[in-house]
């Protein structure tokens, strides 16, 4: 299935739901979303769903530890992961993301009230602008994503 992201907000509290397979072509949607998101004075949290997500590439993780660095830089502030895929999860403590969430592997239910995210559509070198900045911030998440992740930047910024 086709990822897709569902957003609910109320009074400053916010729910972003990541549904189907989850990759770089939602970069630019996650991105503008996220600056609306920060920028809006009555902002107090964000919990990410990902339990329906059935999969989830590296630049949409990078873009997730970016949303958590802001966070915590701007509102000192934590976010809420949940992850019921044992796979996702996996992945996402392999990574650290334990680290910069507060990670649950419950499913939220009562979810009714979303309503999807409309796609940004972008250039070519948008999106791998956005690759690389998401693959930054993994790198500087520890040691293992930086060994993982070096090779890739180092490519895509030749690229330019």
Not at 14 to 33: H, I, N, P
Not at 140 to 147: D, G, L
């Given at each position: 299935?086709?990822?897709?992201?569902?957003?609910?907000?109320?009074?400053?509290?916010?729910?972003?739901?990541?549904?189907?397979?989850?990759?770089?072509?939602?970069?630019?949607?996650?991105?503008?979303?996220?600056?609306?998101?920060?920028?809006?004075?009555?902002?107090?949290?964000?919990?990410?769903?990902?339990?329906?997500?059935?999969?989830?590439?590296?630049?949409?993780?990078?873009?997730?530890?970016?949303?958590?660095?802001?966070?915590?830089?701007?509102?000192?502030?934590?976010?809420?992961?949940?992850?019921?895929?044992?796979?996702?999860?996996?992945?996402?403590?392999?990574?650290?993301?334990?680290?910069?969430?507060?990670?649950?592997?419950?499913?939220?239910?009562?979810?009714?009230?979303?309503?999807?995210?409309?796609?940004?559509?972008c250039s070519d070198n948008d999106i791998r602008l956005r690759v690389i900045?998401?693959?930054?911030?993994?790198?500087?998440?520890?040691?293992?994503?930086?060994?993982?992740?070096?090779?890739?930047?180092?490519?895509?910024?030749?690229?330019?």
């Amino acid at each position: 299935m086709d990822g897709r992201i569902l957003v609910a907000h109320h009074d400053g509290v916010y729910l972003m739901k990541f549904t189907g397979d989850v990759r770089v072509t939602l970069c630019t949607t996650v991105d503008s979303f996220l600056d609306s998101m920060f920028s809006d004075s009555l902002f107090k949290s964000v919990i990410v769903d990902l339990s329906e997500a059935e999969c989830i590439d590296s630049t949409s993780l990078g873009i997730l530890a970016k949303l958590s660095i802001q966070a915590q830089s701007r509102f000192d502030y934590l976010p809420v992961l949940v992850s019921t895929n044992p796979d996702i999860t996996r992945v996402l403590k392999s990574m650290g993301f334990e680290d910069v969430f507060q990670l649950i592997e419950d499913k939220i239910e009562n979810a009714e009230q979303l309503g999807e995210l409309p796609k940004i559509t972008c250039s070519d070198n948008d999106i791998r602008l956005r690759v690389i900045e998401a693959h930054r911030i993994l790198m500087e998440m520890n040691e293992n994503n930086r060994a993982t992740f070096h090779n890739l930047v180092e490519m895509l910024e030749a690229a330019s």
